[in-house]
């Protein structure tokens, strides 16, 4: 059978990086491009012109396993995500996913299904303070690390080790850990997405010099100081620390941040009232800051006091200020009934003044650097404790009020945005979410990923069996509430659901090209790939691998359709169609084609070495206008 005629094989690698780069590049500047497909980087240089930097010393931020970050990003992984239906919740009808596994592996593994997509990202992760799980430096991170660590495969005792500090490359093993994870995360940021890390002093500065490498320092949306209510360190530190600290970056400068809602505190500044309601008045003038009248000279004008006089925007130290808007705008203020004037009284006389009305309305505050109004972690200790039945199963979680508030600056409730945390820990994210959701009726999404690490606990033995606790707590608590009728809102819509994925390895056996190209080495090659799906593997785990393979989320709409007596499932409607049946008939490659759908997906095991069979797949397949037609 001639090339040609073969379908395409499905590739079952994660995205690939370096090619996705390549192809950005590409697009911007064909012309740098070689007949091979390589980068003339003269010819791009002379593209770029005067902002090309050659020479040696630059300003930067380098360190001793950079490089190395970068060959990482690009390894792609072969890895999958079994669902899990026993730890799930409402598996079927829910989008919030919670994944065990190493970030780093699930993360490329989300790149094709879930580039673009996420709204908002909120990590915590290790802060580096000498406890924490790093990777070591003699082994890359891939999924055989991953698989050594759990003890799903044998190895060498290699464990996840502690990054202490007398170590010699303390910081750069924290960094090599944080660069490759951090890039593959802005992938998945919606062009308007914004990401919020929690970090202490160790770190920050080191934090934020690779942010403003990987997002852009033109993204950088500011730092949050968070007291976090406990005195943290011992007698060696010159002062104890009381805060730690929330960096925010967004994806681009589509990025929009709404304002929190207002305190009872908040709403008492509002002391005047008409009509309209309540309101506050400001001066028209404008103060603080940029307030002469040269730094502004169209908003020098003079404005009409109730009894005709001219009144200019005159500081109070004499000199010639300006007002907050322009004529134009003035007049439009003052149509709509938002200037008021009040007569002043001044040595013995009255002197007019204009302000603006800011009425109380669905007002909201513009977030500010300081958080020193939200619970500590204290409370957030003993509210996971007493969701555990007063039981302290977590270390330092962080508050669900404090994620609560930042969901409230990015998201929308009817937007079905999602967020993410990557380095879930206990599962506050999560909750944060849930807890969102039921405040406004929203419909917000989670996905979580958490390292199975050991916990010494006999009913949770890893902080991932935590997570996934917790959130069945915080559903089943939340579904009694509405059984008793204590919602909120109506609550029926709402996403009351996990579905739980584990990272293992591919449901197919590879293909080994370190065998030796005697025949004995052949032969078993082709032996194990008479039948390339693993044993113990089902046709839900097939079927996931194949959807995160072919871009599509972990939430897909699947249905099971009967096709010239063949199961058939159908992804989004007809979108692609997957057949693992081990007997493919030319009836149920006929009754596929004649659905039109994009895609087809098909076991190779399943033509039984016929490969007239498959010659005539092919052929009928791109007679009905299949745009892919792949086989695994």
Not at 296 to 315: F, K, Q, S, V
Not at 321 to 328: P, Y
């Given at each position: ?43 791009l ?13 630059r ?50 593994l ?14 915590d ?26 003890g ?77 209510g406990?005195?943290?360190?011992d ?41 309209k ?17 040269e ?36 007049k439009n ?5 938002f200037?008021?004037?009040?007569k ?65 600056m ?21 909750h ?11 419909n ?21 069996d935590?997570?996934?606790e ?21 609550s ?8 739980v994925?584990k ?24 032996e ?6 693993l044993?113990?593997r ?13 871009g599509f ?15 058939v ?23 596929m ?18 490969d ?21």
């Amino acid at each position: 059978m001639s090339e040609a005629e073969q379908p395409e094989k499905l590739d079952l690698r994660s995205a690939d990086i370096a090619a996705s780069q390549q192809e950005k590049l590409r697009q911007l500047f064909p012309e740098v491009f070689t007949e091979g497909g390589k980068v003339d980087f003269d010819r791009l240089k002379t593209t770029l012109g005067d902002i090309v930097d050659s020479g040696k010393e630059r300003y930067g931020m380098n360190w001793p396993g950079k490089a190395e970050c970068f060959r990482t990003i690009q390894a792609p992984s072969r890895a999958t995500l079994r669902p899990n239906r026993g730890e799930s919740v409402n598996f079927d009808a829910t989008e919030n996913l919670i994944i065990e596994g190493d970030n780093l592996e699930v993360l490329k593994l989300l790149q094709k299904g879930y580039l673009g997509q996420v709204k908002m990202i909120y990590i915590d992760p290790p802060y580096n303070t000498g406890n924490d799980f790093i990777y070591p430096d003699n082994y890359s991170e891939n999924l055989d690390t991953y698989l050594a660590y759990t003890g799903q495969v044998d190895g060498e005792g290699r464990k996840y080790s502690t990054n202490t500090e007398t170590d010699g490359r303390f910081h750069s093993k924290w960094l090599n850990m944080m660069y490759p994870r951090l890039f593959l995360a802005r992938n998945l940021l919606r062009d308007d997405g914004v990401i919020f890390i929690s970090i202490d002093d160790a770190e920050v500065d080191n934090l934020k010099k690779i942010c403003n490498e990987v997002f852009g320092e033109e993204n950088y949306c500011g730092m949050i100081s968070r007291a976090t209510g406990t005195r943290m360190g011992d007698g060696d530190r010159a002062v104890a620390n009381e805060l730690d600290y929330i960096l925010i970056y967004s994806k681009s400068a589509e990025a929009v941040f709404t304002g929190l809602p207002m305190t009872v505190s908040d709403m008492e500044i509002y002391d005047q009232q008409d009509e309209k309601g309540k309101y506050l008045i400001r001066s028209l003038r404008r103060t603080g800051g940029e307030n002469r009248r040269e730094d502004r000279p169209t908003m020098y004008y003079p404005l009409e006091a109730p009894d005709g006089t001219e009144i200019y925007p005159i500081a109070p130290a004499g000199y010639e200020s300006r007002w907050v808007c322009g004529k134009d705008s003035y007049k439009n203020l003052l149509k709509d009934g938002f200037i008021e004037w009040k007569k002043m009284p001044k040595n013995g006389d009255g002197k007019w003044q204009v302000y603006q009305k800011h009425y109380l309305g669905n007002a909201v505050k513009q977030p500010s650097n300081l958080w020193n109004d939200v619970a500590g972690n204290k409370k957030a200790t003993k509210d996971l404790n007493a969701l555990f039945d007063d039981r302290k199963v977590f270390d330092h979680p962080k508050p669900v009020d404090l994620v609560q508030r930042i969901i409230s600056m990015v998201t929308s409730p009817k937007a079905n945005h999602i967020v993410m945390d990557f380095f879930g820990g206990s599962g506050t994210a999560a909750h944060a979410v849930l807890e969102a959701n039921k405040l406004d009726s929203g419909n917000r999404k989670f996905i979580l990923v958490q390292l199975p690490e050991p916990t010494g606990l006999k009913d949770f033995p890893t902080i991932a069996d935590i997570t996934k606790e917790r959130v069945r707590r915080v559903i089943a608590k939340m579904t009694a509430e509405d059984a008793a009728g204590l919602a909120l809102h109506e609550s029926e819509k709402q996403d009351r659901g996990l579905r739980v994925f584990k990272l293992d390895t591919s449901n197919f056996k590879p293909w080994n090209g370190t065998q030796p190209d005697e025949a004995e080495g052949v032969a078993k090659q082709l032996e194990l790939h008479v039948d390339h799906v693993l044993p113990d593997r089902s046709q839900e785990d097939i079927l996931t691998e194949l959807l995160l393979k072919s871009g599509f989320a972990l939430s897909t709409k699947i249905e099971a359709i009967q096709l010239a007596g063949k199961q058939v499932f159908s992804v989004e409607e007809g979108t692609m169609l997957v057949c693992l049946d081990g007997k493919l008939t030319p009836e149920v490659i006929k009754a596929m084609a004649d659905m039109k759908p994009s895609r087809v997906i098909c076991l190779d095991d399943g033509f039984q070495g016929n490969d007239q069979l498959k010659t005539n797949a092919v052929q009928t397949m791109k007679a009905r206008g299949v745009l892919s037609f792949r086989t695994v």
